[in-house]
């Protein structure tokens, strides 16, 4: 497999797709269709050239490029990473034997749900920042959101490719399904909640970036672990692009918290929203939202689904290889804590087998809190008394064992009434909305910025902040 990639091809690819002239054409048949999509459902706003970042090699150096490109012509492309010949199954029942090329009979079924799901999510994001463009706080920013974009349009390739290659006719369906849904859609939304959800202002996107996007490292992760092994090397690779979406997210969260601390200083006051800041309440708010539909994504606390899949060598844990067990866990077990009817938890022992998606969700959970104590420090660095926290798992939930229960931020079980009385004080209003969305305002002047946001630190592949990242005229 090689490491460079082919960029002479009508879809670049390091999969030697001209090899297989079927595959070929089928995919050539889908690439008008994804560029149809991008043109009706991609960035609204019009640019002449935006400073992107393309693959070119899939090895650990110097795998990217960075040019102008006109984004309507970007090398959206397939690129695995390298194979690894002596790989074996880590997990599950397989465990030790060689990984699978093709996808066994018996899984194909499971295999082929858990790629549209991945899949579905990818164009879906696009979607939802389709208008973000016409807002941006800065030429960088806008070439973030840009960067982000094209790259959740390749993870889009990425499974496309697979369902091509490796499903048939099923498969091919599948890849045509993935531009039909919409986000938000009445008649055909996209498959998960978060995906449907807006993202409709730029403290929405970088909460997003941070915490949705940080579920996709997390199952990626575990898709990576697949048995299926080219399921696992596109992840791999999908996992390098990924990086820069979270960092988008936490560097954005601390440049908003940033400013948001340098106003508070100014006018010696939390009140800030007068002065073109975001009040620190409604961060926190935002930060409850995105966080809890992000858990969400992680589906129920106890599976079936999940204990299927990993018994079967489909879909592991994080980070397996460094888990000190056997791999299996026939036996092993684990602690669940559970809302009653009677407003107090309880907590019981289960299979750990059962409880995959709380295992990843644990993982998740304590990545998240990494940033809340960042922006801490923030605020500590600035002498500010106010802590922000992560909400307890079970509050505002759709999904799992908490949906039907209402729990609090701290973790108190509460009545209905309760929870709608201070819903407000917990979630972004209508009126939190309103007044985020009323401070964005485009700037693309090179080297400005609008006011609710502070720069960055740093520029994007050693360019200054006032590089020209994005040609508009
Ligand atoms: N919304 O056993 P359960 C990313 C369904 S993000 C709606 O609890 P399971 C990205 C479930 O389908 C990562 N429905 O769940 C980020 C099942 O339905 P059926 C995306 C939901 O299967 C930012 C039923 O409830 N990748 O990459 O163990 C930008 C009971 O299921 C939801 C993946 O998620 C929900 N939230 O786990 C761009 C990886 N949750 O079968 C990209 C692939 C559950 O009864 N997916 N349901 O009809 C999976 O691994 C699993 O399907 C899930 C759910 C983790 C999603």
Known sequence: MPEKIDYDAKIPNNVDLAGDRRLQRALEGWQ????????EMGPSLETHGVYLRTAVSVGREGWAHFDHVNVP????GIFLAERDPDR???FGEHKGEPVWQQVPGEYRADLQRLIVIQGDTEPASVEQQKLLGLTAPSLYDLRNLFQVNVEEGRHLWAMVYLLHAYFGREGRDEAEALLLRNSGSPDAPRILGAFNEETADWLAFFMFTYFTDRDGKYQLGTLKESSFDPLSRTCEFMLKEEAHHMFVGTTGVDRVVQRSAELIREHDSFDIASHGGIPLDIIQKYLNFHYTVSLDLFG?????NAANYYTAGLKGRWQEARRKDDHKLTDDARRLERPRDDGTW???ELQAILLL????RSEYMADCQTGVNRWNKILAEAGIDFVFRLPHPGFNREVGINSGHHVTPDGTIVDERTWLAGKSKWLPTTEDLTFVR???HPVYERGKIAGWVAPPRQGING???DYEYVYLT
């Not at 129920?300 to 079936?304: A, I, K, P, Q």
């Not at 998606?357 to 990843?360: A, G, T, V």
């Open 357 to 360: 998606n709380l295992d990843l």
């Open 32 to 39: 008008p269709k994804f560029m149809h999509w991008w043109g």
């Open 346 to 348: 309880t907590s019981e």
């Open 300 to 304: 129920s606390e106890t599976s079936t």
């Open 463 to 465: 360019k200054p902040f």
């Open 88 to 90: 074996q199954i880590a």
């Open 438 to 440: 009323s401070l964005m």
């Open 73 to 76: 012509d970007y090398r959206w």
